[in-house]
């Protein structure tokens, strides 16, 4: 194998692992769109909250990584629980721009409290985790880890989503909303509960994610509209579509940032998102209807 | 069993229903007929509570249905099969049916009620992993009714089963409301096809604009439904 055959294979298995972190992302958005069509705007600040607590945890009160995270991951399910009680049950509703604004207000909220609170310096939890170097490749350590765990979690999401009674009314709620009430489901409990799980999957990512970033206010304007347009290449509210596009998006980010810089990477991967909003506009996946 | 009296029920501010009285006793089939536009899916959806009247009184075996949230209706035993089926076409046949045992009283009679229901519909043991939006009108008007018999129903609300189907398909339909009515399961069924039905119940209402025009045994309005054909149009 040349030298440059293995750069490939190294910005492919880049692109898979990012891949993972990426559909993590997507997938809790993605849940609370399908089950509750409400797009959270606010989706990344979410996770740069959950970026500070496991830094305060595991910086500053010296926590054990793992309960950290578990405690992160609860935090956040928590605030996405007051999201949804607070905001988005009292415009249920409402016109969906409404919607869009009041949870793009929660996004400048959370930004400028996160600002007042933390202040603007990066903060990271200043592990140094090895990279690996396998047949000539380096792969780094915390991206392996945060793939695995993003895997683990999806699985997880999907066992319960395919096992349990409450899984199944989050996937038949997505599917028809009106007739939840003949099952005997009350929509108002699902919606919380998809909530709390769309804040954990929020969670999850955070701390996966400041393994990788510093955090700062700001931090989820790098995710956020990357995790959107997932959303939205996948067919939003599809959960498999999403999957699918969240690796296609990474292996156009890795390979694409192989050949020139990273930021080409992204250039292209957002370019290819514009030509196929032309050509599929209701999602790679889309279901000819 | 189940009593309406003086039900209003509408959407906004157009009203849909007016002063409805009807009784459905323990046993019997009842049905509803009426031309396009009626209430008829109106009347069923204020049955199980899609929709909540705004005025009048409904009460299963004695309790207020008003008083129990609508989502817990299906456990005072009433089950709706909605007009054109809503099966959740993306979920297989046996998550559907899952979902239709959703219920706490019912999750625990589960494998019981899969059973009952497999034996009626052979077809969806058949087909129960496959999605229920790939398979035949026939098939899934089957699964939406076995989708409402998994809560194990004392009255089951059928909201046009004969709608869209095949001839052959429609027979079978009816025929089955023989095996469901023996089955100890009251029935309460809105039909177009109003000379089929009126030869499965024994007592029907007519519903013309909201308003009960006629109420009857099923052979008097055989009769009269013959008559009233020309100038209806049903
Ligand atoms: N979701 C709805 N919103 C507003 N009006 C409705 C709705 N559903 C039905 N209607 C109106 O209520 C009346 C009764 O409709 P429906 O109960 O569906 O009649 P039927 O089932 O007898 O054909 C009709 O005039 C219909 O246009
Ligand atoms: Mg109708």
Redesign the pocket.
């Given at each position: 194998m040349g030298v440059f055959d293995i750069y490939l294979l190294e910005a492919l298995i880049n692109g898979v692992l990012l891949g993972g972190v990426l559909a993590l992302l997507s997938l809790g958005l993605n849940l609370v769109f399908g089950v509750i069509d409400v797009v959270w705007i606010c989706y990344a600040e979410l996770i740069m909250l959950g970026m500070y607590a496991m830094y305060f945890l595991a910086s500053v009160y010296h926590a054990p990584l793992l309960l950290a995270a578990a405690l992160s991951i609860a935090a956040v399910g928590v605030l996405g629980v007051l999201l949804h009680v607070l905001v988005i049950a009292p415009l249920l509703g409402a016109a969906p721009i409404n919607q869009l604004l009041a949870t793009g207000g929660v996004l400048f909220f959370l930004q400028s409290a996160a600002t007042i609170l933390f202040g603007i310096e990066f903060k990271n939890l200043g592990l140094r985790l090895p990279v690996l170097k396998v047949a000539g490749m380096f792969i780094s350590y915390s991206r392996l880890l945060a793939f695995a765990a993003a895997l683990i979690g999806m699985v997880l999401v999907y066992l319960f989503l395919s096992r349990t009674y409450t899984g199944a009314a989050i996937r038949a709620i997505a599917q028809d909303r009106q007739i939840m009430t003949l099952m005997g489901v009350d929509s108002r409990r699902i919606y919380v509960i998809t909530s709390a799980l769309g804040g954990g999957l929020a969670g999850l990512a955070a701390c996966l994610l400041v393994l990788q970033y510093d955090v700062h206010p700001f931090v989820g304007l790098s995710f956020g509209p990357i995790t959107f347009l997932i959303c939205v290449l996948g067919g939003l509210g599809n959960f498999l579509g999403g999957f699918v596009a969240a690796f296609v998006f990474a292996e156009i980010i890795s390979v694409g940032g192989l050949y020139l810089d990273l930021e080409w990477g992204y250039v292209f991967a957002f370019a290819f998102f514009i030509a196929m909003m032309f050509v599929r506009p209701q999602g790679l996946l889309a279901r000819r209807s | 069993m189940l009593q309406l009296t003086g039900v209003r029920a509408g959407?906004g501010s157009?009203q849909?229903l007016f002063d409805v009285s009807l009784e459905v006793r323990a046993g019997e089939a009842v049905g509803v007929i009426?031309p396009?536009?009626?209430?008829?899916?109106?009347l069923m959806r204020v049955i199980s509570g899609l929709i909540r009247p705004t005025a009048g009184q409904l009460t299963m075996e004695g309790v207020d249905v008003l008083a129990t949230p609508p989502h817990r209706i299906v456990e005072l035993g009433i089950a709706h099969v909605p007009?054109s089926r809503r099966l959740f076409p993306r979920m297989t046949v046996e998550d559907n049916l899952k979902m239709g045992g959703f219920a706490p009283a019912a999750r625990a009679k589960f494998r019981q009620r899969l059973a009952v229901v497999y034996e009626l519909f052979p077809r969806l043991r058949e087909r129960r992993r496959q999605l229920a939006g790939s398979m035949s009108g026939g098939e899934q008007q089957m699964c939406a009714i076995g989708r409402a018999l998994m809560s194990e129903p004392r009255l089951l609300l059928l909201d046009e089963p004969s709608a869209g189907l095949a001839p052959v398909v429609v027979d079978h339909v009816f025929a089955l409301l023989g095996t469901i009515r023996a089955a100890g399961v009251t029935v309460l069924i809105?039909e177009q096809n109003v000379q089929q039905v009126l030869r499965v119940v024994e007592r029907a209402y007519l519903?013309k604009a909201g308003r009960i025009r006629a109420a009857g045994a099923a052979g008097e309005l055989l009769d009269g439904a013959r008559l009233r054909e020309a100038y209806l149009g049903v």
């Open positions: - | 959407y157009f849909a009426g396009n536009g009626a209430g008829k899916t109106t007009e809105v519903l």
